[in-house]
């Protein structure tokens, strides 16, 4: 799937005062992460079981 075609989503967690965010786009084999602030910036492509092992790390700290 093209990135600049996805429909990116912000975590309900984040502000709306412009602070430190990412955003997530399904991209069919990999999911997309991005920096909410520089969304033409770039983005990295990750695997599934990647991102649920960061995000469990995450939770546990």
Do not use: F, T
Request: glycine content about 14%.
């Amino acid at each position: 799937m093209d990135a600049g075609r996805a429909a990116w989503r912000k975590s309900s967690r984040s502000s709306g005062n412009g602070g430190n965010c990412v955003e997530l786009a399904d991209l069919g084999v990999v999911v997309g992460v991005r920096d909410s602030k520089d969304p033409d910036g770039g983005h990295l492509d990750v695997s599934r079981d990647a991102l649920r092992s960061l995000l469990a790390d995450l939770k546990q700290r």
